[in-house]
């Protein structure tokens, strides 16, 4: 047989799926968080992200498709994002209006470098954030392995306004619930939250405290030391840049995939 109605048909093992949206949240005219269907067979590390995107839209030739971090634990049946909204952004100023039912596109295969098997052992492990940079975060922890490797596991996040902080505070209440790991975390886990352009208990960029030594009084703690600290960094370019550079003087060595280290970081710009 081999008219063309019944010619095989080429499936390009690569093609991003479509997956229905289950639910989606807006949190400020900045920030939003939506969850779609997670195909059986993917599979990721807590803290990796992958490609997220929609259909070619009218006059579009190919789908828009941009890396995102996967904001909900590996062992979770759907997949959660978190998300700025850019009103001009090639994928965000349409992927803001999504709503259930939706389909967005998700890419076949995860990667990155904000994943456990990055650091080498340590006591404390710090994740760095701002923004929708808490969302590698989110998942690692919600991820048991987390706090089996560290004593304690701080989480700080740093936002403009109070508004954008709800999606990782609300996050950290439901933990102490959470049937895997509410019991594990016990007193581990500390979520620092600061803000720089609101009226605050803590106010500042994560550097500036970190600089000032305000963090490590916060939590009663010595200042970062490569023989017991782990660090994590995720937030926009600039903040990677300068939040890196800052952790260096302390002498923590980057680690990758390949080469664990002290301190691993990664953007998350979406536009
Ligand atoms: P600021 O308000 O002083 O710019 P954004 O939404 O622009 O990504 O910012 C999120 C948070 O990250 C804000 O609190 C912002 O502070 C902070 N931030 C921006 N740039 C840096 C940087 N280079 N280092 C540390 N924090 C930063």
Redesign the pocket.
Known sequence: MTDAASAPVKVNPNAPSAETVIDVEHYTD?LFSFSITRPPAFRFRSGEFVMIGLPAAEGQKKPVMRAYSIASPSWDDKLDFFS?KVADGPLTSRLQKIKPGDQVLLGKKSVGTLVLDALTPGKRLYMFS????IAPFASLMRDPETYERYDKVILTH???QRA?LSYGLRLTESLRDDPLVGEMIGDKLAHIT????EEYPLK?????LIESGRLFEELGVPALDPATDRVMIC??M??????KALVETFGLVEGSNSNPGDFVVEKSFVG
Do not use: A, F, N, V
């Open positions: 900045r700025i701002t923004g929708t940079g740093t936002c403009r954008e600061s803000l720089t352009r500042g960029r994560i550097t500036t937030g926009s600039d903040m990677i840049k300068d939040t």
